[in-house]
């Protein structure tokens, strides 16, 4: 299969960034290395939003040898968001980064947001990286916070991706797909289905973006020159899902928080 061209990073006349945003479940990069560190060098991507990065012993060198295999540098996350890991170009300027921890369910899996604000070509962009809950409840309430720390970045423009657990179908995916745009959804490019990587059947892996973001094509980015069906399989146990978006001009100085950002209008669940 041979995708149609997707939009490569640049800097447009008017000031606005095109950027590619690649999520990426890596499995605590058990599998093929090398094929994973092709898979991204393949997709060419200015910020990559990980989960399930290396969380135990000298999980730090592991991220860096991931970063430096695929022609990037760390971010921020990892075992400090409790797996969540943001990789970027030398594209990428930060502006500050913090990693999230939420609240922990006893009996389950500890959950996190590896976060950053960054410009590029001068604008300002949020960044987060999610693995959601496998627990109904759970995975709904980390949606609903997920929609809250993006309000709390006082950026206009907001990039979130990650592992849902869901689908789209799914109450958690379809809380953050009303005010958020589903990229995938909004601008179908290459594959749809996420997991396995064998034979995919669902579609857990998800990037959104905040409205005003122009999205120019999303999805698995298979038949993409330089990614084989060989290493999308051997890399890891999902498929990547690959974003071009375009981000306005950038609006200088950070604005005030705002309680009533247009992608905070969902209710949080259990709210009046």
Request: include cysteine; aromatic fraction near 4%; charge should be positive.
């Amino acid at each position: 299969m041979v995708l149609t061209p997707l939009p490569v990073s640049r800097t447009e006349p008017d000031g606005s960034a095109v950027i590619r945003v690649l999520s990426y479940n890596v499995r605590s990069m058990h599998d093929d290395t090398a094929a994973l560190a092709r898979v991204i060098r393949a997709c060419a991507p200015d910020l990559v939003l990980v989960q399930e990065a290396p969380r135990f012993f000298r999980w730090r060198k592991a991220a860096a040898r991931l970063a430096k295999s695929s022609n990037l540098v760390v971010l921020s996350g990892g075992a400090t968001a409790a797996g969540p890991l943001l990789l970027c170009s030398l594209r990428v300027t930060v502006e500050r980064t913090e990693d999230i921890l939420l609240p922990l369910t006893p009996g389950l899996h500890r959950r996190g947001f590896a976060t950053a604000v960054v410009r590029i070509a001068g604008t300002r962009i949020g960044v987060l990286s999610c693995h959601l809950s496998l627990q109904r409840d759970e995975r709904l309430a980390q949606a609903a916070l997920l929609l809250e720390r993006l309000a709390a970045m006082g950026v206009e423009h907001a990039v979130a991706g990650g592992d849902l657990n869901d689908v789209p179908t799914g109450k958690a995916f379809r809380h953050l797909a009303g005010p958020l745009q589903d990229c995938r959804a909004v601008a179908p490019w290459g594959g749809e289905l996420t997991f396995p990587p064998d034979e995919p059947r669902k579609r857990i892996d998800a990037v959104f973006a905040t409205p005003g973001v122009e999205v120019l094509g999303c999805g698995v980015p298979t038949g993409l020159d330089g990614v084989s069906e060989e290493d999308l399989r051997a890399a890891t146990d999902h498929l990547p899902v690959l974003a071009a978006l375009r981000i306005p001009a950038g609006q200088g100085l950070p604005r005030r928080e705002q309680r009533d950002s247009p992608y905070t209008t969902a209710p949080r669940p259990g709210s009046p």
